[in-house]
């Protein structure tokens, strides 16, 4: 299968690692903001890898490196089976994401992604534009990763209604409240270090205030029990205002903190609900510790199903496009 990916960001050059290991992908082009660089016979990915280690201007690379590109031209130019975008989400407006994901739906081009911001903005649309093409869309690294929310719903709750969905599934989020109560650390103590430790961005917001998992909780209900949940019709609590106090006397009655989405799907009008949950040795989500996640499905025939771990990092990220990828490939 011929592969084309926009983004060499941490997840795009992981990925590219991931398709130097194997032998049924090939890498045709790989773009990102500023340049890029394609050979339809198919580009060095091991080579590709260590590049990006240390330039992110893909004009300099070998001879088929090249400067200001336009996509529609990229793909008269490059043709490939599937496009993987890989770019930075925006939550507002899902560009230039969306766009990008459109033009090769509409040009019989497979889909993967990891931008949240197209999926939660526009999954019907562009869902619907892929079944119409008999194309893939994946969209499992934009609902947990690593953790496989998505591709076990699609397959493994079929012939059963989801009733309930429940999930810790912000690894960054996890993990400090994790240094908070076993390190006794302070939350911006215990912030720095994930930062120090490349597990918290620069800037953490999206994942601490609570948003991340929103989006990734209104994903996973849109995408398996077909509802048209919004972002802004979420609550959501982040974990920002709790203190060692706070954790100390939740751990004195054997208890630990999570920030936990939750959605009733046969509530009158559902809505992801996120917030900073103390929950006992009782709750299967207690011993979700570290960067680890999981999901929750409640459901009317097969009861409560379970998936813990897919602890979050790049590597994790990139190996569930790849799983959405093979999906693909063997399903069309």
């Given amino acids: 299968m011929k592969i084309g990916l926009i983004g060499s960001g941490g997840v795009g050059r992981a990925l ?28 060095d990915p091991k080579k590709l890898y260590e590049f990006l280690g240390g330039n992110r201007d893909l004009e300099a ?8 590109w336009k996509f529609d031209e990229i793909l008269q130019a490059f043709k490939v089976d599937l496009l993987v975008e890989a770019t930075p989400t925006n939550k507002r407006t899902g560009e230039p994401a969306t766009s990008s994901i459109r033009l090769a739906l509409e040009n019989g081009v497979h889909v993967v992604t990891a931008n949240k911001g197209p999926v939660i903005l ?32 699609e397959n493994d709750l079929l012939g059963s209604r989801l009733l309930r969905i429940r ?26 270090k994930a930062q120090e430790e490349g597990i ?23 995408a398996l029990a077909g509802t048209d949940l919004a972002l802004e019709d979420a609550e959501v609590v982040g974990i920002t205002h709790l203190t060692i ?44 510790q570290g960067k680890n996640k999981g999901i929750q499905y409640i459901t009317d025939n097969l009861g ?29």
Avoid: C
């Fill in 122 to 153: 526009h999954y019907r649309g562009l869902k619907e534009l892929a079944d119409r093409n008999g194309l893939g869309f994946g969209i499992g690294a934009t609902a947990g990763a690593a953790l496989p929310t998505i591709s076990a719903g």
């Fill in 167 to 192: 999930g810790v599934l912000n690894g960054t989020t996890n993990y400090i409240l994790h240094l908070m109560e076993t390190e006794v650390m302070s939350y911006q103590a215990a912030l720095q």
């Fill in 304 to 332: 409560e199903v379970t998936i813990l771990g897919g602890a979050s990092d790049v590597r994790g990220a990139a190996a569930a496009i790849i799983r959405d990828i093979l999906q693909i490939k063997k399903n069309f």
């Fill in 61 to 68: 690379y070998e001879k088929v490196g090249f400067g200001v």
């Fill in 245 to 288: 106090e706070d954790i100390r006397s939740a751990k004195d009655r054997n208890k630990r903190y999570k920030l936990l989405g939750e959605l009733d799907l046969d509530a009158e009008n559902p809505r992801v609900l996120v917030k900073p949950v103390k929950v006992s040795g009782e709750d299967i989500f207690y011993g979700v």
């Fill in 200 to 222: 918290a961005e620069t800037d953490p917001s999206q994942d601490v205030e609570g948003w991340d998992t929103a989006i990734k909780m209104t994903i996973i209900a849109n």
């Fill in 16 to 43: 590219i690692g991931l398709i130097g290991e194997r032998d049924d992908v090939e890498l045709i082009f790989v773009l990102n903001s500023r340049s890029g660089v394609g050979d339809q016979s198919g580009l």
